[in-house]
């Protein structure tokens, strides 16, 4: 690490380390500590200020997160102890490229795991998949192999998994991960050449700390991002003759996810309610949590806070249709009836009409999952939903669709949305 000059200040409880006088020049800095050397990266806070404020926080644990090992809320720094859990080291064979990149930041050391919220996804045309980047990943499941499909969670799925990629231009992740970070320094290119070439569960992150060179790094506030929200819901409980209520400090808005369950002797629980707040109900300055039945009742209460999420809580009286990007050109239309978990699809392929089978839906912080299967569809289908804007009429996104191929589910394609409101 090239510094002449090092300081420390205490900022919100936690020890931020200020360079000066680097040849890099002003800037964020995060380092990874790995038992193969220590990876520099160069964050884009200004391209993607709630990626970089996001990774920020749960590298030093200034903000409230769901741990997925035990389900508690914490604030322990997220990556610190976390392995490379999966690695990808493919020379390719033209035309197929070389397939260099490893992933992190579960929180389990596994590919299942994140904060317990979304962070919407951040784009810039300037920042692309050439080689030595980190991004925040969209990827689950997948084969790992250069022929075999590759598993995409999909649009505004981030949360705390990265993708460093190596010496290899992906540009199939382009606008699909959002980058957050590059990696410059040839040094710590080698330490992630190092980790590619290890394979998988070969390499451990000690420890990640954060430096700040110049003013407007300074400057950046991470806490001024507009991120979502997890932890205990502010306000107080209203007990009445029949019900009992928790009146909230500041109304539920779109996007948000109130949790409680009831225990009238902090042993046994009753199952998990959960309320999601749909853009159309407008908010919720109250909830009921349940009907008073015993003496004595206790909850425990979660609130999740997603910021401007436009996902609504059914699909009820509303047309969704999904259009796939070349070269698998598909139009998949379905209008739903009034319970929202039925109605009538027609599939551009053969232009046929049929109806709704079996429907699953589930609102999440900034899109939904969706599985649904139709008289006139081959296979079954499941999609991630993701809702980036709205017009008068419609909601507009973008997805990822799958088929089920017993007994595996296979990328059909990803395109454009709109979903009526």
């Not at 964050?43 to 749960?58: C, D, G, Q, R, S």
């Not at 795991?113 to 030595?132: I, K, M, Q």
């Not at 436009?310 to 998949?332: C, D, E, K, M, Q």
């Amino acid at each position: 690490m090239k510094v002449s000059l090092c300081s420390l200040i205490l900022i919100a409880g936690s020890i931020t380390a200020v360079r000066a006088e680097t040849s890099e020049g002003d800037g964020i800095f995060a380092q990874f500590v790995t038992n193969k050397g220590t990876i520099e990266v160069v964050l884009e806070y200004e391209k993607a200020p709630k990626t970089v404020a996001n990774f920020i926080t749960l590298a030093e644990g200034t903000r409230n997160r769901i741990d997925p090992n035990t389900g508690r809320l914490t604030r322990a720094p997220l990556y610190n102890g976390q392995t490379f859990y999966s690695v990808v080291n493919e020379f390719g064979f033209f035309p197929l490229p070389s397939t260099f990149y490893a992933l992190t930041g579960s929180g389990t050391s596994s590919s299942v795991g994140g904060p317990g919220y979304a962070v919407p996804d951040e784009f810039d045309a300037s920042l692309r998949h050439n080689g030595y980047n980190v991004s925040m990943s969209a990827l689950a499941n997948f084969t790992g192999t250069l022929f075999g499909p590759e598993i995409n969670r999909g649009p505004n799925t981030n949360g705390s998994q990265i993708m460093f990629t190596g010496n290899t231009i992906l540009t199939r992740f382009d606008d699909v991960n959002s980058i957050f970070g590059s990696v410059t320094d040839p040094a710590s290119r080698a330490v992630v050449d190092a980790i590619i070439f290890g394979g998988a569960g070969t390499t451990t992150i000690s420890n990640v700390t954060i430096e700040r060179v110049g003013q407007a790094a300074l400057d950046f506030d991470e806490h001024a991002q507009n991120l979502p929200y997890v932890g205990p819901p502010l306000g107080e409980l209203r007990v009445e003759e029949n019900a009992v209520h928790f009146d909230h400090d500041e109304p539920l808005g779109s996007g948000s996810f109130f949790s409680f369950r009831r225990s009238s002797d902090l042993l046994s629980w009753s199952p998990t309610t959960r309320r999601h707040i749909d853009p159309d109900f407008g908010t919720e300055p109250s909830t009921q949590l349940d009907e008073i039945a015993a003496p004595k009742a206790f909850f425990d209460m979660l609130l999740t806070r997603h910021p401007g999420g436009l996902s609504p809580a059914t699909l009820a009286n509303r047309t969704l249709v999904l259009n796939t990007a070349p070269p698998n050109v598909i139009t998949y239309t379905f209008v739903f009836d009034s319970t929202g978990t039925g109605g009538t699809t027609n599939y551009s392929v053969d232009a046929s009409d049929g109806v709704i089978t079996s429907l699953s839906y589930v609102a999440e912080g900034y899109g939904a999952s969706l599985q649904i299967t139709s008289s006139n569809i081959p296979t079954p289908l499941r999609a991630r939903l993701g809702f980036d804007s709205e017009d008068a009429s419609n909601l507009i996104g973008r997805h990822f669709l799958e088929g089920f191929n017993d007994p595996f589910w296979s990328p059909i394609g990803s395109g454009q949305l709109t979903l009526s409101k």
